[in-house]
Nanobody
Framework: EVQLVESGGGLVQAGGSLRLSCAAS????????IGWFRQSPGSERDGVPS????????VYSDSVKGRFTISSDNAKNMVYLQMNSLKSEDTAVYYC?????????????????????WGQGTQVTVSS
């Protein structure tokens, strides 16, 4: 059974940092790409960054480039999202998702319909 379990969300002041974790199980990590998505009330679910489980290629949305860093530990089947310089507009539920096929690019890997498996999400709230 495929499982993606997010943790690390919470309340933080603007300018602060949080680190989200995603524990993946039930599939071959290296055959997939893992992405972080976020959704705030009334908004669509947007891709934030994603990472290839094969070669570690990453892609970021413009809204978080330079502030967020995605990384993975293939030995532990873990993916992390380090979020720095947080802004109130980063407030959202953050989801971890897995896509079969590890190839990602600037044009592929940040759309929610590309992903096959989803976690339950973790709330991130940034107070201004």
């Amino acid at each position: 059974e495929v499982q993606l379990v997010e943790s690390g969300g919470g309340l933080v002041q603007a300018g602060g940092s949080l680190r989200l974790s995603c524990a993946a199980s039930g599939f071959i990590f290296e055959n997939h790409a893992i992405g972080w998505f976020r959704q705030s009330p009334g908004s669509e679910r947007d891709g934030v960054p994603s990472i290839s489980g094969d070669d570690g290629t990453t892609v970021y949305s413009d809204s978080v480039k330079g502030r967020f860093t995605i990384s993975s530990d293939n030995a532990k089947n873990m993916v992390y999202l380090q979020m720095n310089s947080l802004k109130s507009e980063d407030t959202a539920v953050y989801y971890c998702a897995a896509m079969f096929g590890p190839e990602i690019s600037d044009e592929y890997g940040l759309k929610d319909y590309e992903y096959d498996y989803w976690g339950q999400g973790t709330q991130v709230t940034v107070s201004s």
